[in-house]
């Protein structure tokens, strides 16, 4: 299912969703393939009982389960952080600021390069410190796809540490008196507030 966006923040977008590559099902459709084969087998030598039997039906439950674990997993980049969950019952998730993020780097053997898959490992700030995703399509576009969100953070950081300015005394002086007038400080720390602030006028 695609990550709700119920659990977004406010002005959070999403921008990449994804599920583990189709080579997550890889042993679990090998087995099925297998226990069928020698179903077929021994049903053509007409020695099929109940353990072959067994041995599909097995098998069969475990691709359900695979696909059970797939569809309730996401890898999603956001406009703030990195959320991965996953749990067909009992849900896990976590969740990386992209701020956090030190290194993104991603490892392919021969065969995930084929099949179009690999593995992602991700470096963050904290004690978990370089964590694997396995099962990754195209790693390499999803590596790219977290080093421009978090270039597109710093710099949304940057206009909005930018846009701040240090409000002049007058202009402090007055937000001291809604909070004189409100009740927030007493009128001995506004008197006190005053005197510092009139000093540096």
């Known amino acids: 299912m695609p990550f ?15 599920r583990p ?17 020698l179903a077929i087998v021994a049903h053509s030598v007409k020695y099929l009982n109940v353990a072959i039997l067994a041995l599909v039906a097995v098998a069969l439950l475990w691709c359900i389960g695979r696909y059970a674990r ?11 952080r990195l959320i991965y969950r996953h749990g067909v019952f009992a849900k896990r998730g976590q969740e990386i600021p992209l701020e956090r993020l030190n290194d993104v780097s991603f490892r392919r053997s021969v065969i995930q390069r084929l099949v179009g ?4 490992m991700i470096e963050s700030g904290g004690e978990r410190g370089q964590q694997p995703f396995n099962h990754i ?33 007058l202009e402090q002086l007055e937000k001291l008196d809604e909070l004189r007038q409100r009740g927030v ?6 008197e006190a507030k005053k005197a510092q602030l009139l000093d540096r006028l």
């Not at 590596?143 to 909005?160: K, T």
Request: proline share 5%; glycine share 6%; aromatic share 10%.
């Open 137 to 169: 399509a195209h790693p390499e576009r999803v590596q790219n796809v977290i080093h421009r969100s978090i270039e597109n953070a710093q710099v949304r950081d940057s206009d909005r540490q930018a846009g701040r300015r240090e409000l002049s005394p």
């Open 70 to 80: 797939w569809y309730t997993t996401n890898f999603v980049v956001t406009t703030d």
């Open 185 to 190: 400080i007493s009128q001995a720390e506004f």
């Open 21 to 37: 590559h189709w080579s997550f099902f890889g042993g679990p459709v090998a087995a099925l393939v297998a226990a069928l084969v």
């Open 117 to 120: 898959a690999g593995d992602l």
């Open 4 to 18: 709700p966006r119920k659990f977004l923040n406010e002005g959070e977008e999403i921008v990449l969703d994804r």
